[in-house]
């Protein structure tokens, strides 16, 4: 059983989650049937984290799913080709929020103890 709102693994019954302390909602009063939690849906936004000048062509690649390295041959194509391409590319730069970053998650070394 998860928890709807924090998307934590709770054990089966729980009434609460024990890492958020959010209620559960049973689902016609089964225990453990929790009601399904809809995906959060997809924004268009610059990727913080794949760009090569500002992150638009990272961002669109993210949001259809596609190769972030597809979408930029695209966009160089519709730039020599259509000549719109740089503009659009711009007003994106400017119009687009920028994604949150990931947390980086990074094992340090325990901290050296003092030798008395």
């Not at 054990?11 to 959010?22: E, I, L, Q, T, V």
């Not at 979408?71 to 711009?90: E, H, K, Q, S």
Request: glycine letters at 10%.
């Amino acid at each position: 059983m998860f928890c709807p709102n924090c998307q934590k693994e709770i054990a089966d019954g729980s009434k609460f989650c024990y890492n958020c302390g959010a209620q559960q909602t049973l689902v016609g009063g089964v225990p453990g049937a929790t009601a399904p939690v809809a995906p959060a849906p997809k924004r268009l936004m610059r990727s913080s984290t794949d760009k090569k000048i500002a992150g638009v062509c990272g961002g669109l690649a993210d949001y259809f799913d596609l190769d972030p390295t597809i979408v930029r041959v695209v966009w160089l194509l519709a730039i020599f080709f259509g000549g719109t391409g740089l503009l659009i590319y711009i007003i994106l730069w400017i119009a687009l929020p920028v994604a949150p970053a990931m947390p980086a998650y990074s094992v340090s070394a325990p901290a050296p103890t003092a030798h008395v």
